[in-house]
Each structure stands twice: as structure tokens, then as C-alpha cells.
């Protein structure tokens, strides 16, 4: 059993900045993110392998987006720059035993989320 831990949520302007953080009781394959705003499916928003070699990104995130990981800490981050109201959400981090999805029922693990906000 691997528990996931968020933080670094909050309530920010558009054009802010936000640091996310998962920190993972164990180590797994792949971990990622995503979010789910009101009314909305869960959508995957960036995804990272263990080693870092390998990273996927939603088209809608692209550009503003970084996902990365300090595996010493078995922490997983979330950069997030140019923030728009859209970018609204729970932010969830998963992780995988094996392979590095974009579908998230194919996700073992799961945290509590962190909730951003993003104001006009």
C-alpha cells in the first residue's frame, strides 16, 4: 500500500504562480496529476516516470505546466505558471506500479487532493 500526500493548494490570481507537492510513502512506476473541477470529470493534467525520464503533459497544460520529482524525497511536484480561472480544480496525485497512463482508472494509488483556485 502506497499513501499519497498533496499540498501546495490555494487561492490565487490569474497569471499566478503555484507549486504543487505529492509525497508518496513508497516508490511506484509512474505517479501523476489530476484534477477535477465542479460538475466535471476527473481529467489528467501531467504524468512523470520514476526516473524521470519520461513525462506527459495535457495539451491544455503545455507550456505553463512542469512536472517533476525528487525521488530522495519520494516527492512528486507540480510547477504551475500562467494560471487561468480554468485551471480551477481539486488537484489529485496518483500513482501506478507499472506504466505511465492517462486514463485515470488505470491509477492504484490515490491522495486527498488539494484544492486551487484561480480568480479573474
Known amino acids: 500500500q502506497v499513501h499519497l500526500v498533496e499540498s501546495g493548494g490555494g487561492l490565487v490570481q490569474a497569471g499566478d504562480s503555484l507549486r504543487l507537492s505529492c509525497t508518496a510513502s513508497?516508490?511506484?512506476?509512474?505517479s501523476s496529476w489530476f484534477r477535477q473541477a465542479p460538475g466535471k470529470e476527473r481529467e489528467f493534467v501531467a504524468g512523470?516516470?520514476?526516473?524521470?525520464?519520461?513525462?506527459v503533459y495535457a495539451d491544455s497544460v503545455k507550456g505553463r505546466f512542469a512536472i517533476s520529482r525528487d525521488n530522495a524525497k519520494i516527492t512528486m511536484y507540480l510547477q504551475m505558471n500562467s494560471l487561468e480561472p480554468d485551471d480551477t480544480a481539486m488537484y489529485y496525485c496518483?500513482?501506478?506500479?507499472?506504466?505511465?497512463?492517462?486514463?485515470?482508472?488505470?491509477?492504484?494509488?490515490w491522495g486527498q487532493g488539494t484544492q486551487v483556485t484561480v480568480s479573474s
Open positions: 513508497g516508490r511506484t512506476f509512474s
Open positions: 512523470i516516470t520514476w526516473t524521470g525520464g519520461r513525462t
Open positions: 496518483a500513482s501506478a506500479l507499472s506504466g505511465l497512463y492517462i486514463g485515470a482508472n488505470l491509477y492504484r494509488y
